[in-house]
């Protein structure tokens, strides 16, 4: 019998405990032996709930058992969750956790301590929610030298935009349907300005590239900005906007950034809706795998995290490698990030036309039926330092979006 704990019991942390009891056997049948969750750690009480009897306030009953083997982690926040983590590694515990804020700022510490104390740190489902991507990253993309890890890593966000497209709506209506229905938090600044996306897309760079990515030094852009005519100019082009996180690696040099862009029929990342992630991932034998599925939600999230537990269950008193260094990737600086751009001037006029062509030369002018007073053009690959320089002479932009 291994034992585990749970801590916290809110939307993932309950959905741990189902997915455990519910594929009980199948899961032991896996494993070799029967995992049990010993304990579950809320402040909160939960009267009439099976729970109930296994319920703890007090953290120290869980590190101070030593039958536990396994610590499961829910809470959602660097702390408490980071004195958790240290004092399960320290205890000789494993450790797993959905918690992408923990996972983005400390991974690499929490990483070196497992490996320390010949136990584990593992994380699947703090990106992508019930998506195997960090487990890939590990073990079957380990020949590769990733030359790219680029998705869509925010559900809600891309409910948003798939919304806008579809149904026409603005984004103020969409959001506010998002909220009803649940999709969207309440407070959805995290993931409408793409915090969530910047953490997610720091971890896959930092696995992906073998060292620390911070995501404070990742150009972060959300969607709050795009409206109903940037989608309308999106459908004219044939394109769709998503909002993306990328990193590369260009002979050395790596970059990272999150914003929405515009991507058409031929990417994978097109065709991928509502509350679906999608994460490609380039190697230079490899060519492009790509990981698709529900990146949130109760079960899909648990599953994720319950599949850390039987990794870790079926590794107990071993450590399983992961090249994740403490040392930080000094990445390159926005302003040499190259990308194309589309353009959308106020004012259908001559004027537009002439300043366009001398400040960026040739361009590829687009026309969207339904907005006569806007002049609107793509450019060729221009650096950001030198697209924010250009873009300096016009005082008529009414908004940018870079195309991948
Ligand atoms: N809020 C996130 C999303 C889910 O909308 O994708 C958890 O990472």
Request: hydrophobic content about 40%.
């Amino acid at each position: 019998m291994i034992k585990v704990a749970v801590l916290g019991y809110g939307t993932v942390g309950s959905g741990i405990v189902e997915v455990i009891n519910t594929n009980k056997d199948l899961i032991a049948k896996r494993v070799g032996e029967e995992i049990e969750v010993a304990y579950v750690l809320d402040l909160r009480d939960f009267p009439g709930d099976p729970v109930e009897k296994i319920l703890v306030h007090d953290v120290d009953v869980i590190m101070n058992d030593p039958s536990v083997s396994i610590v499961a982690e829910a809470m959602g926040g660097v702390e408490p969750a980071y004195t958790f983590a240290k004092r399960a590694i320290e205890s000789g515990k494993s450790f797993c956790t959905s918690n992408k804020e923990l996972v983005a700022k400390h991974g690499a510490k929490l990483i070196a301590m497992a490996k320390e104390h010949n136990v584990n740190f593992l994380f699947e489902a703090s990106v992508g929610g019930g998506i195997p991507i960090i487990r890939p990253l590990i073990h079957s993309i380990s020949p590769e030298n990733v030359v790219e890890v680029s998705g869509i890593l925010n559900g809600t966000t891309n409910y948003i935009l798939t919304k806008m497209t579809k149904e026409g709506l603005d984004f103020d209506s969409v959001l506010k349907d998002a909220q009803d229905k649940g999709f969207a938090e309440r407070n959805p600044e995290a993931d409408i300005e793409g915090y969530d996306a910047c953490r997610k897309i720091a971890i896959l760079a930092s696995l992906a590239f073998g060292a620390q990515v911070d995501f404070e030094d990742i150009h972060t852009e959300g969607i709050s900005k795009i409206t109903d005519k940037d989608i309308e100019y999106a459908k004219a082009m044939g394109m769709a906007i998503k909002l993306i996180g990328s990193a590369k690696n260009e002979e050395g040099k790596i970059s990272a950034m999150v914003a929405p862009m515009l991507v058409g029929p031929e990417s994978s990342l097109y065709a991928v809706n509502d509350v679906f992630n999608a994460i490609t991932v380039t190697g230079n034998t490899l060519s492009d795998v790509m990981f698709y599925g529900k990146g949130a939600g109760k079960l899909p999230t648990a599953s994720a995290v319950v599949s850390d537990i039987i990794e870790e269950a079926k590794n107990l008193n071993r450590n399983i490698r992961i090249v994740w260094e403490e040392e930080k990737i000094n990445l390159s600086a926005f302003e040499d990030i190259n990308n194309r751009f589309f353009v959308r001037l106020s004012g259908n006029d001559k004027l537009n036309e002439d300043k366009v062509k001398e400040v960026f030369g040739d361009v590829k002018v687009v026309s969207c039926d339904l907005i006569k007073d806007e002049y609107a053009f793509t450019t060729k690959v221009l650096s950001e330092g030198v697209f924010a320089d250009k873009t300096k002479e016009f005082d008529n932009v009414v908004n940018v979006i870079r195309i991948k």
